[in-house]
Antibody, heavy 122, light 110 residues
Framework: EVQLVESGGGLVQPGRSLRLSCVAS????????MHWVRQVPGKGLEWVSG????????GYADSVKGRFTISRDNAKNSLHLQMNSLRAEDTALYYC???????????????WGPGILVIVSS | QSALTQPPSASGSPGQSVTISCTGT?????????VSWYQQHPGKAPKLIIY???KRPSGVPDRFSGAKSGNTASLTVSGLQAEDEADYYC??????????FGTGTKVTVL
């Protein structure tokens, strides 16, 4: 059974940093791209960042480019999102999501974690 | 990376069909066959229901179907059931290692 579990969320002041993690199980982690997707409570989904199986291709939404860094540790089946210079508008539920394409990123998300809440507020 | 455009709401009676549109550009929907659809119930994570524009993951009822023409994709839910009441989102690869979601559609079963 595929499982994705996020951690590292919480309340943080504007301008500060936070690092999210996602631990994966139930599939061969280093065969798949992984993504972060966020959702402001009561609002729509926003793709945040994605990383291919070997970290060879990485992408970011314009809204986080230059502030967020995605990374993965295939030896530990883990995905990370380093979030710097946080803003109030980064407040959201952050989901870790597995790409459905085998080796090739196809940008569809077949498994999702339960999400972790990040609140940016003074 | 502008969000794909979906109607805010759609509705139908049990047994009827509802179709949701998702409009993008030649840089996303029109440029790739990587369109997917998600169903999200309140308080739950999204669930994949269509990928590569028209393919259904195992376990998803064949009442759900997807199509794409040019810069527009669509999701049709046939034989509406009460449990189909949810928010639906489209998504597409947008080039340059980026993705984009639609604005979301709330489906109400009357």
């Amino acid at each position: 059974e595929v499982q994705l579990v996020e951690s590292g969320g919480g309340l943080v002041q504007p301008g500060r940093s936070l690092r999210l993690s996602c631990v994966a199980s139930g599939f061969t982690f280093d065969d798949y791209a992984m993504h972060w997707v966020r959702q402001v409570p009561g609002k729509g989904l926003e793709w945040v960042s994605g990383i291919t199986w070997n970290s060879g291709n990485i992408g970011y939404a314009d809204s986080v480019k230059g502030r967020f860094t995605i990374s993965r540790d295939n030896a530990k089946n883990s995905l990370h999102l380093q979030m710097n210079s946080l803003r109030a508008e980064d407040t959201a539920l952050y989901y870790c999501a597995k790409d459905g394409g085998f080796v090739t990123a196809e940008y569809y998300f077949d498994y999702w974690g339960p999400g972790i809440l990040v609140i940016v507020s003074s | 990376q502008s969000a794909l455009t979906q109607p805010p709401s759609a509705s139908g009676s049990p047994g009827q069909s509802v179709t949701i549109s998702c409009t993008g550009t030649s840089s996303d929907i029109g440029g790739y066959n990587y369109v997917s659809w998600y169903q999200q119930h309140p308080g739950k994570a999204p669930k994949l229901i269509i990928y590569e524009a028209s393919k259904r993951p195992s376990g998803v009822p064949d009442r759900f179907s997807g199509a794409k023409s040019g810069n527009t994709a669509s999701l049709t839910v046939s034989g509406l059931q009460a449990e189909d009441e949810a928010d639906y989102y489209c998504s597409s690869y947008a080039g340059s290692d980026s993705g984009v979601f639609g604005t979301g559609t709330k489906v109400t079963v009357l």
